[in-house]
């Protein structure tokens, strides 16, 4: 029974992270739409889905019990701001061409969370953790120094999601309840700026083509489906285990924008990559390590 749930829980955790890597295949399709814009849709449609799926589940009184914790809405005020900040840049990002930039920063990202663990839940590093988190601060700093680029996209999409996930912890709620009150807070905002500011082209659904209206729509669906599965993983899976999945996405967005969108591989991006490939190495092996001796 136990290695069954072990299954799913892999196979909910590839999946997951399939769609969060294929994710800007979905975006280029409205390339012709503001990224602002595109972040409204992805707020309205995706709190509609989670009001059906809160009726389905049943949630309804987990929603309510959050609503009687002022911290905790406030955490979830925050995190929806900042989860905000990241769907922003990574629309602009993908549909800017910058697709390599938003694939590094999710790269980046778990050596980032070591650094928030440190420094904010009162963990140690371990020596090759130092390593790896060093090795990657020397690939983003020989970019700015010989280069004279900072990835500023790719640092971020790295401290937004790290911010996030340390905020998320903090809050006793499962991810369907914590999304939908994070969209609620996002809600007004969206439907402010969609409705009353928003002058583009297709703002305006009623004069839409329907294949235009039907992509915008799918942004909820986009949003919510890869994060339900991951939190079917996340039940099954140790956290540990479930780590070593969350490479499949930048890996996916990498080769997405290589080999179907032609971005150019320039000599600074080579030179980074490949250090934070490096340090990703020696983080795995020393997690893969220290696993192994905590089972003897």
Wanted: proline fraction near 4%; include cysteine; charged fraction near 10%.
């Amino acid at each position: 029974m136990e290695k069954d749930q072990g299954t799913k829980g892999a196979l909910y955790a590839v999946g997951a992270y399939t769609l969060w890597g294929i994710a800007p295949l979905y975006f280029k399709q409205l390339t012709h739409i503001p990224a602002y814009e595109i972040l409204t849709h992805r707020v309205i449609w995706s709190f509609l889905l989670l009001l059906v799926l809160l009726s389905v589940l049943k949630f309804w009184p987990r929603v309510r019990a959050m609503l009687r914790q002022p911290k905790y809405l406030l955490l979830l005020t925050l995190s929806s701001v900042i989860i905000g900040l990241n769907w922003l840049v990574f629309i602009w990002a993908v549909n800017n061409n910058h697709m390599l930039d938003a694939s590094l920063g999710y790269y980046i990202n778990p050596l980032f969370n070591i650094v928030l663990a440190m420094l904010f839940l009162g963990e140690r590093f371990r020596r090759m953790q130092w390593w790896a988190v060093a090795l990657a601060a020397s690939g983003v700093v020989l970019q700015l120094v010989i280069f004279g680029s900072l990835p500023w996209i790719a640092l971020v999409l790295a401290i937004s999601f790290g911010l996030y996930g340390l905020i998320r912890k903090q809050v006793p709620v499962d991810p369907i309840t914590g999304l939908t009150i994070e969209t609620l807070v996002l809600l007004p905002l969206a439907a402010i700026y969609l409705f009353f500011i928003a002058d583009s082209p297709t703002s305006n659904l009623s004069v839409n083509s329907l294949n235009t209206n039907l992509w915008l729509v799918s942004a909820g669906l986009v949003t919510t489906a890869p994060l339900l599965l991951f939190a079917g993983a996340a039940k099954r899976l140790k956290l540990s285990t479930l780590g070593f999945f969350q490479y499949i996405g930048p890996s996916l967005m990498f080769l997405v924008a290589v080999g179907l969108f032609d971005e150019a591989f320039t000599q600074d991006k080579i030179i980074t990559f490949a250090l934070i490939w490096c340090s990703l190495v020696i983080y795995s092996w020393d997690g893969i390590k220290h696993r192994r001796a905590r089972e003897v």
